[in-house]
């Protein structure tokens, strides 16, 4: 099935989490944002979870950098759990994409497509990830997709077998408690995830954070 390059880039404390007990998820320096920035100027589309939405109302569009076009904005949200107000859905300077279930209310549903955004119905309960990845490839002719969290979309991506490669930015700050880069049931062992090969490390130039990039080779168990 064809589908795009999927990378995800996230920056985590030194312990894993990308946002506290509390939400709070401001761990990049400057450096590093622009950084992603960058990445986000070079993708055809930028997706996220629900909660990171709800949470952070990130409108997704790549500033601090000159951008030829503003990416599609993919938001996965099984349930249409995110406000009307989200800039995603207000700022109108990208294309927004929801992909949702059946489960969803028809009438936000009506709300949302009468607000210009675009709803994908892509399941029962859950959203075929792999589906909803096919579907931009060939009907928005996506090609490359910058996955920017938050924990529970990484790990279902990785789960699923739909990342090719990892960016990481370990940040100079403990949580102790919160959302972790990956958010899932998890796999007993090594032998059950997925192999990584390190392509890159790179010491920020700030000094004190760390840019890891890595290519997701295979599910140990594929
Ligand atoms: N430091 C960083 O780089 C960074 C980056 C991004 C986000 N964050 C932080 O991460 C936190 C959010 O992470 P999170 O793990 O709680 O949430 P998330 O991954 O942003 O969103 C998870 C929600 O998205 C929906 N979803 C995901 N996959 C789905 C699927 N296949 N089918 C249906 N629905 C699906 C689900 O909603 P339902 O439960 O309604 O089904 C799920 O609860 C925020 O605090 C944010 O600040 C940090």
Request: proline share 5%; aromatic share 6%; with cysteine.
């Amino acid at each position: 099935m064809p589908r795009p390059y999927v990378i995800i880039v996230s920056a985590a404390s030194i312990d894993g989490r990308i946002a506290s007990k509390t939400g709070y998820s401001r761990l990049s320096c400057p450096f590093d944002l622009k950084r992603l920035h960058e990445v986000r100027a070079s993708v055809d589309a930028i997706m996220v979870g629900a909660n990171t939405v709800i949470n952070d109302d990130p409108s997704l569009t790549p500033r601090y950098v000159k951008a030829s076009r503003n990416p599609i904005r993919v938001v996965i949200d099984g349930k249409l759990r995110i406000p009307l107000t989200a800039r995603v859905i207000t700022n109108k300077e990208a294309p927004t994409i929801i992909a949702t279930t059946e489960a969803a209310d028809p009438n936000k549903v009506m709300q949302l497509i009468n607000m210009g955004v675009e709803v994908w119905v892509m399941g029962k309960e859950r959203v075929d990830l792999g589906k909803v990845l096919e579907r931009l490839f060939t009907e928005k002719g996506v090609r490359k997709v910058l996955v920017e969290g938050g924990g529970h979309l990484n790990w279902e991506l990785i789960k699923e077998g739909l990342v090719d490669e990892i960016r990481l930015t370990i940040s100079p700050y403990i949580f102790g408690a919160g959302t972790s880069f990956m958010e899932g049931i998890g796999y007993p062992t090594t032998m059950e995830g997925p192999r990584l090969r390190l392509n890159w490390v790179r010491v920020c130039e700030c000094g004190q954070e760390v840019v890891l990039d890595y290519t997701v080779e295979r599910l140990n168990s594929s």
